[in-house]
């Protein structure tokens, strides 16, 4: 093992519950932020062109974020969601971040 500290490694999560089962099963997105920016790799032709798909899977992961924050005890869902909208209605009409991509390889396991 290397000399690292168990802190000094970048925190990454578990594969959730009935994946590793799942007859079929894709990876969609991954986020980090590092050093203070956010970096993403997702699977940008899951959907095709089907891109309102988008758009329920960031729905459903906002649901997932607020029902994580009412377990927490921080605010309660509705209250998360509404936050989470803010977020979103703040950064999606007028924002546009300096984004940069590439098309990389899918990687098996």
Known sequence: MSDLHEAERPLELEIPDGVPEAREAV???RAWVADGS???????????DQLRDWGRLLAQIGHHVA???ALNGQMSESESLA??????DAMLP???PS????????ITH
């Open 83 to 88: 936050e989470i909208r803010k977020g979103i």
């Open 94 to 96: 007028i924002h546009e």
């Open 67 to 69: 029902r994580a924050s």
């Open 27 to 29: 990876e969609m997105i």
């Open 38 to 48: 956010l970096m993403v790799t997702l699977n940008g032709e899951a959907f095709g």
């Open 99 to 106: 984004l940069s991509g590439k098309v990389r390889r899918r």
